[in-house]
């Protein structure tokens, strides 16, 4: 099986144990951000999305023109662009980066945060709405003739788009809650998911395989699963970190950044609305530990805001933990730390190869068929 990794960059030094610092966009730091994912193996990073944050296109513009392999998922709320311009935005950057792009679709969890871009829809209207633009978006890269389309959210005729995609262009999709288990299931090359107990994250993804038989669908999706690994030299090292990392987020109240914003201003009031979220909380509520190095502590802490359980251990107790969860049939992990570029370069030296080896010897152990 191959499995991808996937990073994490923002345009300013920031996470929850990080106070923002520098300039809102700062070239330099996207430069090496980006270029320590590359150096160090990662296949993609997702540059996220915030009301008050950089624009994801052209942070993935920028980055490319300083790298040569590496990926951009790009997270989109559909709704504020209209599908036929987002798609020439899209085809023009995978053009631009020699077919490097891919989309991170979020319908949007917190009503707070939506209506910063001018979004009043309710949660079931935004997804039936995101159910009609992808749709829209894959047929729009995909047409070799003029097509028209009249919905309950979108109407246009006789598009065609010319400069297509350098190549097919991944769509990635998050959500938790049914209706974006129907829509993701339907519409979704990667369905993400953020990093829950195996036995909740095996039932998820049993779910979203049933919502794709039920849709008619035959081609597999594909699931990418999201955590904080916490790396330590042994142990007991590893821990310390991570109660250092723990007492730095309660201690501000949450965190002291984020990439993409400030957290109450991201949830939006104190409790999430979203269900990714609310199952984090519920995860944490049970225990602070589960299975081999899942540790839920860190989303409590931060209001589970996003990506936020961690995997603590050694190297080699966290690619194992990581291998598990690709033992359940997840094919995409998406890392990101705490000291964003530093974790980065050491994942990348000690981490990814261990799980790619393990990877590599697994399948070198496949008999040869008779």
């Known amino acids: 099986m191959t499995v991808e990794f996937i990073g994490m960059i ?22 090496r951000f980006a270029r320590a994912h590359e150096d160090g193996g990662f296949d993609k990073v997702l540059i996220g999305y915030g009301s008050a944050t950089a624009d994801g296109t052209q942070v993935a513009a920028y980055a490319a023109a300083y790298t040569e392999r590496l990926g951009f998922l790009v997270a989109h709320r559909p709704g504020f662009v209209f599908p036929t311009t987002a798609a020439r935005i899209f085809a023009t950057l995978d053009q631009f980066t020699g077919g490097r792009i891919a989309v991170h679709t979020i319908t949007g969890g917190q009503d707070a945060e939506q209506r910063r871009d001018g979004d009043y829809l309710g949660k079931d209207d935004r997804y039936a709405r995101t159910d009609e633009y992808l749709g829209i978006l894959r047929r729009a890269w995909e047409a070799a003739e003029p097509f028209s389309h ?12 010319a400069a ?20 993701g299931a339907r519409r979704a090359d990667v369905y993400a998911l953020w990093g829950e107990p195996l036995a909740e994250t095996a039932e998820q993804i049993a779910t979203v395989r049933a919502a794709a038989s039920a849709a008619g669908r035959t081609d597999p999706v594909r699931f990418s699963v999201s955590f904080r690994p916490i790396l330590g030299p042994t142990e007991e090292l590893a821990w310390e970190r991570a109660y250092r990392i723990l007492d730095t987020i309660k201690g501000a109240g949450g965190g002291l950044g984020n990439f993409v914003g400030d957290r109450r201003r991201i949830l939006g009031g104190d409790e999430p609305q979203n269900v990714g979220s609310q199952r984090l909380l519920a995860a944490a509520s049970k225990a602070d530990r589960h299975d081999r190095a899942l540790w839920t502590a860190t989303a409590a802490a931060s209001g589970a805001a996003g990506n936020s359980t961690a ?10 933990a990581l291998l598990d969860y690709v033992d359940l049939g997840v094919t995409t992990l998406l890392i990101r730390g705490y000291d964003p570029v530093d974790d980065a370069i050491d994942y990348g030296r000690h981490l990814l190869p261990l799980v790619r080896s393990e990877l590599a010897a697994r399948l070198s152990r496949v008999p040869e068929p008779v």
């Open 164 to 183: 297509k995609p350098a190549h097919r262009i991944p769509l990635y999709f998050g959500g938790s809650s049914a209706a974006a288990y129907g829509v």
């Open 311 to 320: 995997l603590v251990g050694t190297p080699e107790t966290v690619a194992q």
């Open 150 to 161: 009249e919905g309950r959210f979108y109407r246009f005729e006789d598009f065609v788009l």
């Open 10 to 31: 923002g345009t300013r030094d920031a996470s929850e144990t990080r106070a923002p610092a520098g300039p809102v966009v700062d070239p330099d730091y996207v430069r």
